[in-house]
């Protein structure tokens, strides 16, 4: 009997040993990431990595960046821990069908009117999308109808409000492949156009000197950004514990006020990226 109880004795703390072991390799375990190719097209993603590897000694590797299907395949193949871009169907999808789990929102990005500097719907610094898309119908202005989610549904959430309809020889259509090139259409057609602030700002579309951002700042305007994990139960080698402490951390507070001011060496003091906790207080 005592044989048995001194047994066991042992055998407790080598239990909780273990356990503990296997807890902090699933932590330390290098966290695979799968990225949306706006915030690695910015200095952040590449900032908040740095922040956090430094407060938590852990390591992420960025397996892949870029559009939304090629994130989701990842997501799908078990390639990646933890996965971020903007909320869609795909998003949604992907928690629905059991690939990924514990979703949530943690930022958000502007999107803005882009016209021509002539500006002939008198648009420029009014702060109501809404607004400035009722002037542009108004004047029959030439308006691209940008076929990219993003930009067209928040196209058709504003006329909507403006309650205006999207009709007309007025509403052009851009049927190029090369997106770089938009902003020269847009100049060459004396046309208004909805996009996102960061690829004009970081010249992922080739700027064009007759066309400039006109209208930005509503948060009608804004897309949320979301995260998700791998679901454990899919992808049993998933690094989970890391994920949800990259997750965990994107919502800290520490990483929602640094978005509030960080305005990716722009220098225009405008964050690139508006924190979540922000929105909601709003």
Known sequence: MKRAILVFALAVPMFFQIARDTSTAATTKLIKVAVIGGMTMTPLWGELQKQF?????????VVVTGQKPELAEAMKEGRVDFLTMHSSDATTNLVADGWACDIRPWAKNDLVIIGPVSDPA???????????VKKIAAAHANFLDFQSNGPRETAHTLFSNAKVNMIGPWVLKYENTNVRGILHYVASMNA???????????QKWEP?????????????MRRPYMEMIANQERFPSANVEGAKRLSDFLLSDKVQKFLATYDGGI?????????????RSR
């Open 192 to 202: 208004y156009m909805i996009g996102g602030r960061i690829p004009v700002i970081f």
């Open 267 to 279: 220098g225009d003091g405008v964050p690139i990226f508006i924190p979540i906790k922000q929105a």
């Open 122 to 132: 008198g648009i420029a610094g009014m702060k109501s999308g809404a607004d400035a």
């Open 53 to 61: 590897e430094s407060d938590t000694g852990l390591k992420i590797e």
């Open 208 to 220: 064009d000197p007759k066309v400039k951002i006109l209208v930005e700042g509503d948060p009608i």
